[in-house]
Nanobody
């Protein structure tokens, strides 16, 4: 069974930092690009960040550039999202997503985690 399990969310003050983790099992981790999405109440799920199989390429949505860093450790089957300078607008449920290399999927991969809540107080 494929599982992606996020952790590291919580309540944080504006300007603070959190590091989210997503541990994967049931897949050959190094064959997948890893991504983070988030969904705020009343809004659609949006792309946040992505990282290539080797970790050599990363991409971020404009609102988090310079504040968030995505990384991965293939030996640990884990992808991370370091979030600095957090603001109330970052409040959302954050989801991990895995996309198989060579698949026809444009942005979203097949597998999702259950999400971890991030609440940023003003």
């Amino acid at each position: 069974q494929v599982q992606l399990v996020e952790s590291g969310g919580g309540l944080i003050q504006a300007g603070g930092s959190l590091r989210l983790s997503c541990a994967a099992s049931g897949i050959t981790f190094s064959n997948y690009a890893l991504k983070w999405f988030r969904q705020a109440p009343g809004k659609e799920r949006e792309f946040v960040a992505a990282i290539s199989r080797s970790g050599g390429l990363t991409y971020y949505t404009g609102s988090v550039k310079g504040r968030f860093i995505i990384s991965r450790d293939n030996a640990k089957n884990t992808v991370y999202l370091q979030m600095d300078s957090l603001a109330p607008a970052d409040t959302a449920v954050y989801y991990c997503n895995a996309k198989l290399y060579g698949s026809a999927d444009w942005l979203r991969g097949k597998y999702w985690g259950q999400g971890t809540q991030v609440n940023v107080s003003s």
